[in-house]
């Protein structure tokens, strides 16, 4: 019989890896982009600038919370099969213990 065959330990492991890519992009690229509008001179130039950096720090948050977001999805879904496995192996141990000679003998 074919199976699947679900390694949650190394989807937590890869949602650790994607957890440290999310805080490699936080904070201090932010921070560094914004430093700086003021020696742009001009004041158009400056707020050319500035709306310019705004854009690019909603483009880094959203690169910031990408990998968190999708960690978050890869914890769940390891849960999930964690759980799933369990209830197959409940399911099993409860069908094991049935006597199917015994037909009034109730399963759960």
Not at 46 to 64: E, I, K, N, P, Y
Not at 79 to 105: H, K
Request: net charge negative.
């Amino acid at each position: 019989m074919l199976g699947m065959r679900v390694n949650t330990d190394k989807l937590r492991s890869v949602a650790d890896r994607l957890d440290a890519v999310s805080a490699d992009l936080e904070g201090p690229t932010t921070a560094a982009v914004l430093s700086h509008t003021a020696d742009y001179g001009d004041a158009a130039l400056q707020s050319a600038a500035r709306a310019f950096l705004d854009s690019w720090t909603v483009g880094l948050r959203f690169a910031r919370e990408s990998p968190a977001e999708l960690a978050a999805g890869v914890r769940e879904n390891a849960c999930t099969y964690d759980e799933i496995d369990a209830s197959v192996a409940e399911s099993f141990r409860r069908l094991e213990q049935y006597d199917p000679v015994l037909i009034d003998e109730p399963l759960g």
